[in-house]
């Protein structure tokens, strides 16, 4: 009887300098577990650690939502997991929370870690599937939820992660598809789309000042546009004659952002989302939903407000509530967090 043998050591590819600067290169962040010091000195500096996500506002959802053992819970954007983690030990003994998230590549990674953690199948259901199909879910959860989470920004994992091509920051391919597995990634739109067609993209989905000028210069590029990188120079190139400033980053943030959403059918799928939400709770149930951008907060406000003139909702988030100055110290990306909430109302028809 042979054994194998042990696969060769592979020495890990030095970084120049003193500290890494590539997403790669960044392994003790990439290995919380084994690095655990190390990424809490990085969170200590308001740095969100390579391949992690910080949740946000978690002390408020759990107030809004308060959840109480044996009830049954529902995250519709399990991301990192982080407000799942907090979430599930309060339903418990009796209690469960449902998981589900589209992102084929960070699922797999995330029900790994909460398995890892002691969360069995019998507490935490994960499904892959698209939030606004969570009525699916009902026969289930037993025809309801008691409290519900949505989370409608993009993970940190995601957005720092080159290869997943959500940042102008890093060269990648110009993917922005929150599954990749399905849809079309954001290259193959552009060359689908003509100047006009672009410009109202920028303005609608991202309220773009310069959105003429950047779909102009976007399709005078004579290749087709496939990285990050190429991009980036694009929407400089289309502002060179502005003063260069912080406008240029916003500009290339609300460009990215645009994009992302059309290429996801955001605002369709929080549309669809929205319409179901009330009747996938139970009456009394809470719903918590944390909002990034004025296009998203608009949306969520104004559903909120039409099932609470119908009776729906007993009673709904008088304004947005925002992230403390000490979270948005310590997590600069929670800076642009709204949150707002709903209860459903005890005497409403199912």
Known sequence: MTTEAPPPHVRRKR??????RHFEEKYKELEPQKFAADVEKVIARGQTPAGMHRPICVN??????????????????????GHT?????????????????????????????LRKLGFSEEVLVIHK???????????????????????????????????????????????LRLNPERGTPASALLQSMSAQELAELLTS????????????????????ITSTRQLSDIVRAALKTLPENKAHAKSLQRTFMALRIAVNDEFGVLARFLDALPWCMKPGARVAILS???????????????????????RIAPTALRP????????????????????RSELAAS
Not at 15 to 20: D, I, L
Not at 60 to 78: H, M, N, R, Y
Request: some cysteine; charged content about 25%.
């Open 60 to 81: 408020e959802i759990l107030s809004i939502l308060d959840p109480k053992p044996g009830e049954t819970a529902l995250d519709v954007t399990l991301g990192f997991g």
């Open 129 to 175: 599937m698209n939030f606004a199909g969570i009525a699916k879910l009902l026969p289930e959860a037993g025809g309801g939820f008691d409290c519900i989470l949505a989370d409608l920004g993009v993970s940190s994992m995601q957005l720092d992660n080159p290869g997943r091509g959500f940042s102008y920051k890093n060269d990648g391919p110009l993917d």
């Open 15 to 20: 970084y120049r300098g003193t500290h890494p």
């Open 205 to 224: 989905n991202a309220d773009e000042p310069c959105a003429e000028l950047i779909a102009q210069e976007i399709k005078k590029a004579t290749s087709p």
């Open 324 to 343: 403390s100055q000490e979270e948005q110290r310590s997590n600069p990306r929670s800076s642009c967090a709204k949150l707002r909430w709903a209860i």
């Open 292 to 314: 990034f951008h004025s296009g998203e907060d608009k949306r969520v406000q104004a559903s909120l407000q039409k099932f609470a003139d119908a009776g729906i909702y007993s």
């Open 85 to 113: 983690r907090e979430i599930l030990p309060l339903l418990l003994p009796g209690g469960r929370l449902f998981a589900v998230d589209v992102d084929a590549v960070e699922l797999p990674r995330t029900k790994a870690r």
